[in-house]
């Protein structure tokens, strides 16, 4: 039945019909009927093949005939046109010469006997081969004959072989037996067809008419049969696909029903690899999805942090970016290129345009955030006794005082917005580890890394916002330094709150366990896990030694499942090394949050209101301009990306380095028109 | 207080975000989840943001000098 399929297919593709790409569900189909109904349509298409070309090579054949009657009745018309002039100047010559008219008549008797017995063949030769044709018969004859040869100006179709070929019509006239039978061999020799017919004029305008009538009977007789074939290969394509997968899947089921480990028709490939990962986006998710992308691909069915990624990137962009006015420069831009957006999709962009577009949404979300990050931390316009209810307090600014208490602000917004981040990361690993059902990765690998990660930063993070509570003048900085260096000493004026002795010598005991916590367990929970396989597979080894092929596929799992215990154990231990080291950089690159509103302060100050300060209409031109360039130039082209590579950075190593593996690939969809290399089945 | 009050208002702003896009965006339970989610995430940014500004500013231990002289 695949044999036919591919019949059917291979017809198909000469024919031009495609087969339909669509299967339709069609659940009814039974294997009994489906080989009887391919039985019957491959004999229905060979039959129809065959009559075709039985039709055709007749059709040819008399389109050849035809040419053959017009061109031998133009030679018979053109001859007799010029027997009646030679009559003509015969009598002509006989009036004038009256001596010598007896000659001329015996002449003319002894002509008139010998066209009485000639014969005479007609019909086509190839035109490269006319010359010798004519050169030979010429020479078999030994010169007594006539031979007129008339050139057709198109290609004729060649019933033999089906080409177009150049070809003349010929015809010869001879006498005796002896002549005609050398001739026709030599018109055999050369692959001259010949045709029958008559000197007659009224007889040749009928041959005529009744060759016409049949080539137009037989051209519709086989336009018919070409619909008629057409029709039933679109009838095959329309079920074509369905009946191969209906097939397959058939001797799939054949070959495991059987038992047999030999697969009697093809062999089906059993892998271990992970599925592909495939995640729905629009037009505006999908660029997230490709920051997250980046990194890595998720491997099947884990968690995606393009989710959260949404907002957390543009709001870490806009911490670090934080001003409203440049945010608004931001907004105009991302609106202007959503604006054209239509006609930007359709039309060729140069590299930086095109990533700039790309990512639209992104500079959207990020303006926005910038817009908001930038009045919570920069201005405000009301004015009240109590604590500055939205902002930073603007008496603040141009005081001695500003620099040190935006830089401690700063400092320490950092370090709770990049716990608050590793936290979440650390959270997404124990849904990642919960939905695999992996309790390994849920007790010995969760849990400490939130012990460790709360016990050290996380109290930091605690301490902040009780020293900004309760206003203590504590030195955070000799106090965590001391945690470490000196546990039991006393905390002195340190101390923010009563039992902090206490509490830190219980949390630095929690952090110090929580490392061997993350680094010992696994491997030998592994290295049992496996032992327990093993000996499963040793049990089954034993039951199954009559059978020497089940016992080699048993032993091949067996070599490609090993367990190599140092190997797991290395890698436990870099990889604890890693949270550990990372859980301290991390926080410490958290600080790039200071960086922007420096230099928009230096520009503000020392260019425009310098300029300003001269009372000079030039100088305040030429100001406004270097703090126009200066703005576009350096803070919005060149701070953002800035801005916008430490926010990525922060992304990948704070966030998805915490429970991200990343070690998947995309997904392809299937399609019909890759399964030519499936058909050597 | 004023902590506290501003907190609330945070929360209402975030559930009454949440009902807006849960109506005017109603395209079944996936995407659903997936916009709650991000209005809820931008809530608690928006919130911490200003929590942390407010908090910094609270008792200050670097008060203001109004006079440069100093």
């Known amino acids: 039945m695949a044999r036919r399929l591919r019949l059917f297919k291979e017809q198909m593709t000469k024919a031009g019909v495609s087969p339909s790409m669509w299967s339709t569900r069609d659940d009814h189909f039974d294997l009994e009927h489906l080989e009887v109904k391919l039985e019957e349509l491959e004999a229905e298409l060979l039959e129809i093949n065959a009559n075709n070309e039985k039709l055709q090579h007749t059709y040819n054949e008399l389109l050849e005939y035809k040419l053959v009657l017009e061109k031998v009745g133009e030679l018979f018309s053109s001859a007799k046109n010029k027997a009646v002039a030679h009559q003509k100047e015969l009598e002509f010559q006989t009036t004038v010469e009256g001596s010598i008219d007896s000659p001329l008549l015996l002449e003319q008797e002894e002509t008139t006997t010998k066209q009485i017995k000639l014969g005479f063949i007609g019909g086509l030769v190839h035109r490269e081969k006319s010359i010798p044709f004519e050169r030979i018969i010429f020479r078999a004859a030994r010169g007594n004959l006539f031979l007129k040869q008339g050139v057709i100006e198109h290609p004729v179709l060649d019933p033999l072989s089906g080409e177009m070929v150049h070809k003349n019509v010929f015809v010869v006239f001879y006498s005796g037996e002896r002549v005609k039978s050398k001739i026709l061999k030599i018109c055999d020799a050369f692959g001259a067809n010949r045709y029958a017919f008559s000197n007659d004029s009224s007889k040749q305008f009928q041959t005529i008419r009744e060759v016409s009538g049949r080539i137009s009977e037989l051209k519709a007789t086989i336009d018919a049969a070409l619909i008629h074939r057409s029709t039933l290969l679109q009838t095959i394509g329309y079920h074509h696909g369905q009946w191969r997968l209906l097939i397959h899947k058939v001797l799939q089921r054949a070959t495991m029903d059987c038992s047999s480990q030999v697969v009697a028709i093809f062999q089906v490939l059993e892998t271990t690899e992970s599925p592909p990962t495939y995640f729905c986006t629009n037009k505006f998710t999908s660029s997230f999805q490709e920051i997250v992308d980046a990194y890595g691909i998720a491997k099947y069915q884990e968690a995606n942090p393009g989710v959260y990624t949404v907002v957390t990137f543009p709001f870490l962009f806009a911490v670090m970016f934080g001003d409203w006015g440049h945010g608004i420069c931001l907004l105009l831009a991302a609106l202007y290129l959503m604006i054209r957006e239509r006609k930007f999709a359709s039309q060729k962009l140069g590299d930086i345009m095109e990533m700039a577009f790309g990512g639209r949404y992104i500079i959207m979300m990020m303006a926005l955030f910038s817009i908001y990050t930038g009045d919570a931390s920069t201005t405000g316009f009301i004015k009240v006794r109590s604590t500055y209810p939205f902002g930073v307090d603007p008496k603040c600014h141009g005081t001695r005082s500003e620099l040190p208490f935006l830089n401690s602000l700063k400092m320490k917004m950092s370090i709770l917005l990049g716990v608050s981040q590793m936290n979440l990361g650390i959270i997404m690993s124990y849904f990642n580890a919960k939905y695999f059902k992996n309790n390994i990765n849920i007790w010995y690998q969760f849990v400490p890394q939130i012990i460790f990660l709360n016990s050290l930063f996380g109290y930091l993070s605690l301490l902040i916002i009780i020293k900004w509570s309760t206003g203590s003048q504590a030195d955070l900085y000799h106090l965590m330094i001391y945690t470490f260096l000196s546990p039991t000493d006393d905390l002195g004026e340190n101390q923010l709150f009563v039992g902090q002795k206490l509490l830190q010598l219980v949390l630095l005991l929690l952090a110090v366990v929580a490392v061997p916590w993350m680094l010992l367990p696994k491997p030998f929970l592994l290295k049992k896990q496996h032992q327990e396989r093993h000996q499963g597979q040793s049990y089954d080894l034993l039951c199954g030694t009559d059978d020497t092929l089940e016992s080699e596929s048993q032993s091949i799992a067996h070599d490609h499942d090993e367990f190599d215990f140092s190997e797991v154990f290395v890698h436990q231990l870099i990889h604890t090394i890693e949270f550990v080291l990372g859980a301290v950089s991390n926080t410490a690159s958290s600080l790039r949050f200071l960086a922007h509103s420096e230099l928009s302060s230096v520009f503000y100050d020392k260019v425009l209101l310098l300029a300003w300060g001269y009372n000079n209409t030039i100088v305040l031109i030429i100001g406004i301009f270097v703090f126009i360039c200066a703005t576009v130039g350096v803070l919005l082209l060149m701070e953002s990306p800035s801005a916008f590579l430490h926010a990525l950075r922060l992304h990948w190593v704070e966030y998805q380095n915490k429970f991200y593996e990343g070690d998947g690939y995309k997904f392809f969809p299937f399609s019909f028109t890759l399964l030519t290399d499936e058909d050597e089945l | ?70």
Do not use: D
């Open chain 2, 1 to 70: 207080m004023g902590f506290s009050v501003t907190t609330l208002i945070f929360a209402v702003i975030g559930i009454v975000a949440s009902l807006c896009t849960r109506i005017c965006f109603n395209r079944g339970p996936s995407a659903n989840l997936f916009h709650l989610t991000l209005v809820l995430t931008a809530t608690t940014c928006c919130w911490m943001m200003w929590a942390i500004v407010y908090l910094a500013q609270m008792k200050p231990l670097i008060v203001p000098i109004l006079s440069e002289g100093e």
